[in-house]
């Protein structure tokens, strides 16, 4: 039975990768208790032919994306990630006032911010107009578009081409793989370098990170799908490098495939036949992974459930897209968690997606001193855990549901 078209081959989709039941948008958040949501399917398919994972398309970016509720600048791991980019960037390829840095996905200004600080020209491309107004008060020149060919076309022709053109955890943000791709192929100057960074589709399959799923992520990549996607569109990747970010990412270097001044790495090779022999090329890897997921829900809740029967107090750190997928496939509402704090004022007051828990400030958790917090974004628990280092004082612990529920004390 065919369920779609893969959105980078067109080959019938008939394998499903992952079915996590009905959720919201993970990133609308709910302004009042009261408010009616839109529930969607959350079913992921693996295409036989190319192994791109993907979710099926429910709503356009535009209705996902015109106005976001990520910042990335309140994170200062983050933040510290992409300042060590920068200098790598200008160490490795001597950019100067004379470069051009193009960001697509450029969000709050987090990352150009800092080419900037260093006399390199820049402009960023982002569809989130409250987002990008952030972007702008930063003195960050700021295009409120989305990517694609049409726009790259159109920059091109302004004289605005990329000698740098990066995205970070955008790629799998894109319904139209191909158009995009075509963009940055059309944007890039004759010696110029893309760079790319996402989530490993591989760490995903190791580590249990079923909650990175969710509809605002419409592809799931392995570094051998977006070799092929990258070489369909005259683009070469002559680089890549393994990442701790989000739980495991790769960061890709690109060139137009005529550009024989940049030799592929070592690099490259070794990471094709590393997935190679996990198996990212043979379907039944990923027909596996849902038996792990299924398995983890389960240690998860009965973690929780135990700790309430102790009458425990836990509440949530954090209110991250991931962590919604979480709470929504599990079935956590406030019987389990009293509520969740973020650092972004733009959650604060809010309410999860789904489960309806409440989003205060982290002030909260010095108000009410629970026994547990719960980390929902893991991937960044040692910043976390130093922040809210505090609830040590009245013995509070720290609960990591991936890649297994475990305590921290």
Not at 58 to 76: L, V
Not at 143 to 169: H, P, Q, V, Y
Not at 273 to 282: I, P, R
Not at 361 to 380: A, E, G, H, R
């Amino acid at each position: 039975m065919s369920t779609g078209i893969c959105r980078f081959c067109g080959t019938e989709l008939k394998t499903t990768f992952l079915d996590l039941g009905i959720s919201p948008l993970a990133n609308s958040y709910v302004k009042s208790i009261n408010q009616m949501e839109y529930m969607y399917p959350l079913r992921t398919y693996v295409c036989d032919h190319c192994f791109l994972v993907q979710v099926e398309e429910f709503e356009s970016p535009e209705h996902i994306f015109s106005e976001y509720a990520y910042f990335s600048s309140y994170s200062d791991s983050w933040l510290n990630h992409c300042r060590i980019y920068v200098e790598q960037m200008i160490e490795r390829y001597r950019y100067t006032s004379e470069t051009r840095v193009i960001e697509i996905a450029s969000n709050d200004g987090y990352l150009l911010q800092y080419f900037k600080e260093k006399g390199i020209s820049v402009l960023g491309i982002e569809p989130a107009a409250n987002v990008a107004k952030s972007a702008i008060e930063k003195g960050i020149d700021t295009s409120i578009n989305f990517f694609g060919s049409e726009l790259a076309k159109s920059l091109r022709e302004a004289g605005k081409m990329a000698d740098l053109l990066l995205g970070n955890n955008v790629l799998a943000h894109v319904p139209d793989l191909n158009d995009f791709v075509e963009g940055m192929q059309i944007l890039l100057q004759p010696q110029g370098t893309i760079t790319m960074e996402f989530p490993h589709l591989l760490q995903l399959l190791e580590h249990n990170q079923f909650d990175t799923i969710y509809h605002e992520h419409y592809s799931y990549f392995s570094f051998t799908t977006v070799s092929r996607l990258f070489a369909k569109h005259n683009l070469s990747i002559y680089d890549v490098e393994q990442l701790e970010t989000h739980g495991g990412s790769i960061r890709i270097y690109a060139c137009h495939s005529e550009n024989k001044e940049l030799a592929i790495s070592p690099a490259v090779y070794e990471m094709l036949e590393k997935e190679l022999v996990y198996g990212m090329t043979n379907v039944e890897t990923y027909t596996g992974f849902y038996t792990k997921v299924v398995q983890l829900k389960r240690q998860i809740m009965s973690f929780l459930i135990d700790l309430k029967n102790q009458g425990s107090t836990i509440v949530g750190y954090g209110a991250p897209a991931k962590g919604n997928t979480l709470i929504n496939y599990c079935g956590i509402d406030r019987d389990y968690l009293d509520y969740t704090v973020d650092r972004s004022p733009y959650k604060q007051g809010a309410f999860l997606p789904g489960s309806r828990i409440p989003i205060y400030s982290p002030d909260q958790l010095k108000v009410t001193k629970p026994d547990y917090v719960f980390i929902l974004p893991w991937n960044l628990k040692e910043e976390i855990m130093e922040q809210t280092s505090f609830i040590r004082a009245w013995g509070g612990k720290w609960i990591i549901p991936v890649p297994e529920a475990s305590i921290i004390e």
